[in-house]
């Protein structure tokens, strides 16, 4: 029998399908089901890697840690990764094939389609509920006609769908009945409840909206989801980084993440940011990076250009006078690279220049290759002074996702790598410089791990006089993992009606109580 299908659609990009999708997953699963999330086609710069290499999307990642199941290419078939020039590199079952522009891609998506069902139709055929998420809106008249995301999805599985709409933005009365009024008649009939999202205040004020709503749609409310800020689960979409407010009061260690303007995987430093007596920043000129006890250039999906960007915005430059000043430097992937020396490209895989000058913080070239390394790692630090002077021998789990290979000079490996996709290795990561005060990796997902996140911090707080004391708090392991996506299903299950979302679904409710 094939799995129940349940779809959530939104009004518009950020308006909360992807954490509905992933309360959904977790209720059903603490319900008794096994569930599974899926998006057909993503567009994100944050994306993670499947056990067996593939890459997909960091929410549908997120989404099946939630649901209790491992990650595939299938909860994802196509990745589309945006690069410089109006471009993205297409991924298709977790593997690059091409990139294209806009309009070539759009012409493209006719051969994808099967890859779409047939993704889906495998996780039908092995779970019992597929939770859908869609992308953007369904009512953007002119990508309706090569749609293969939303609508075309919820007709080819049948699936009810949930439409989500944001009210913290404002005008969500008329963004809800907007989209139903320019939806076709056969996709109107899926629309099957409303749902509001980031709710602040009174409910009962909203009332009277919520009756107006439902006569003139039609359509039942599902409920209201109230605007919440202490749940802390992985976000995907850089608009995100828009709200982030650093922490009041003086920290400890004071971090600052360059924004680059392709920024990749930046949910690669919440855990610093929930530890006590850290605070992070995410800056974008030299007046809001100022004076931080830590530097740190994040991962990119255009290198060269965003090196350009650092070079001509001032910010390369007073990177390093900081560094001279005392500062620590650290650089995840293409932060990495742009540490460096040089960073070749002779055959243009990212772009026509051929090659580019870094920092030269790092004593590394690297050249980019036409094949993209995607692994689930697992290593230890081997390097032992500086920066990992205290986390020296830690172990830790994380995730390769660059094109680009890179030697090293003078400096010392930072880790070595004992298992890649699942499989033994013996490998040596990353350069720490001769001081100790820059660090450089392709291994996302570093700061996940407690032992060694902590024992950097206590470095940097060691170095300005400022013992750290990490009493409770964050420690990122599965339980508190776990703990948060149960808090994220408490709040989504009291705020919608269950009982209607179960009918729609064509589930019975009750399966296991939670």
């Known amino acids: 029998m094939k799995g129940r299908v349940i779809m959530v659609?939104?009004?518009?990009?950020?308006?909360?399908?992807?954490?509905?999708?992933?309360?959904?997953?977790?209720?059903?699963?603490?319900?008794?089901?096994?569930?599974?999330p899926f998006k057909a086609q993503n567009m994100s710069l944050n994306s993670y890697v499947t056990p067996d290499g593939g890459e997909i999307g960091r929410a549908q990642a997120v989404q099946a840690e939630a649901a209790g199941v491992a990650c595939s290419v299938e909860m994802n078939p196509i990745l589309l990764k945006p690069e410089a020039d109006s471009r993205s590199q297409v991924v298709v079952l977790g593997r690059p094939q091409m990139s294209t522009t806009a309009a070539d891609y759009y012409r493209l998506?006719?051969?994808?389609?099967?890859?779409?069902?047939?993704?889906?139709?495998?996780?039908?055929?092995?779970?019992?509920?597929?939770?859908?998420?869609?992308?953007?809106?369904?009512?953007?008249?002119?990508?309706?006609?090569?749609d293969i995301v939303n609508m075309r999805v919820a007709r080819y599985s049948r699936a009810p769908v949930l439409l989500i709409g944001d009210i913290d933005r404002g005008g969500v009365f008329a963004s809800l009945l907007g989209t139903l009024w320019l939806l076709k008649k056969r996709d109107l009939s899926l629309i099957k409840a409303l749902v509001i999202n980031k709710f602040r205040g009174d409910r009962t004020l909203l009332e009277p909206g919520l009756k107006f709503l439902e006569k003139k749609a039609g359509i039942p409310v599902a409920g209201v989801i109230p605007y919440f800020r202490d749940i802390h689960i992985a976000q995907e979409d850089s608009v995100t980084l828009e709200q982030l407010k650093p922490r009041q009061g003086s920290a400890q260690v004071d971090i600052a993440v360059i924004r680059l303007p392709h920024i990749s995987n930046f949910d690669d430093f919440d855990p610093l940011d929930r530890?006590?007596?850290?605070?992070?920043?995410?800056?974008?000129?030299?007046?809001?990076?100022?004076?931080?006890?830590?530097?740190?250039?994040?991962?990119?999906?255009?290198?060269?250009?965003?090196?350009?960007?650092?070079?001509?915005?001032?910010?390369?430059?007073?990177?390093?006078?900081?560094?001279?000043?005392?500062?620590?430097?650290?650089?995840?992937?293409?932060g990495y690279q742009m540490l460096g020396?040089?960073?070749?490209?002779?055959?243009?895989?990212?772009?026509?220049?051929?090659?580019?000058?870094?920092?030269?913080?790092?004593?590394?070239?690297?050249?980019?290759?036409?094949?993209?390394?995607?692994?689930?790692?697992?290593?230890?630090?081997?390097?032992?002074?500086g920066l990992l002077a205290e986390a020296q021998g830690a172990s830790f789990e994380g995730y390769e996702i660059h094109m680009g290979r890179t030697e090293s000079g003078e400096g010392s490996a930072a880790f070595r790598l004992g298992e890649?996709?699942?499989?033994?290795?013996?490998?040596?990561?990353?350069?720490?410089?001769?001081?100790?005060?820059?660090?450089?990796?392709?291994?996302?997902?570093?700061?996940?791990n407690q032992e060694l996140r902590r024992g950097i911090l206590r470095h940097i707080a060691g170095a300005k006089g400022e013992p750290l004391s990490f009493?409770?708090?964050?420690?990122?392991?599965?339980?508190?993992?776990?703990?948060?996506?149960?808090?994220?299903?408490?709040?989504?299950?009291?705020?919608?009606?269950?009982?209607?979302?179960?009918?729609?679904?064509?589930?019975?409710?009750?399966?296991?109580?939670?």
């Open 420 to 448: 890649r996709s699942t499989k033994p290795c013996d490998a040596l990561d990353g350069c720490l410089d001769m001081s100790g005060r820059v660090l450089g990796t392709y291994i996302h997902g570093l700061f996940h």
């Open 109 to 146: 998506k006719t051969e994808l389609w099967p890859v779409v069902t047939e993704a889906l139709s495998k996780l039908r055929s092995r779970y019992e509920v597929v939770v859908v998420e869609g992308a953007g809106s369904p009512a953007e008249i002119n990508l309706a006609q090569g």
């Open 341 to 385: 020396e040089y960073i070749n490209d002779p055959d243009h895989v990212e772009s026509g220049v051929g090659q580019s000058r870094g920092l030269g913080l790092l004593p590394i070239t690297t050249a980019f290759l036409p094949g993209k390394e995607t692994h689930q790692v697992k290593g230890s630090v081997v390097a032992d002074c």
């Open 275 to 334: 530890e006590n007596g850290v605070s992070v920043r995410y800056v974008n000129s030299i007046k809001e990076l100022d004076h931080p006890d830590l530097v740190i250039l994040p991962g990119s999906k255009t290198t060269v250009a965003d090196l350009n960007w650092l070079n001509s915005s001032g910010l390369a430059r007073r990177i390093s006078e900081l560094y001279r000043q005392g500062v620590f430097v650290i650089g995840i992937c293409g």
């Open 9 to 36: 659609q939104g009004t518009a990009s950020h308006a909360g399908k992807s954490v509905l999708v992933t309360a959904l997953c977790r209720i059903f699963k603490n319900d008794g089901f096994t569930v599974v």
């Open 471 to 514: 009493t409770g708090g964050f420690t990122g392991d599965d339980r508190q993992r776990d703990a948060e996506y149960d808090k994220l299903a408490k709040v989504v299950r009291d705020s919608l009606d269950m009982d209607l979302i179960y009918s729609v679904a064509g589930l019975k409710k009750g399966k296991r109580e939670s």
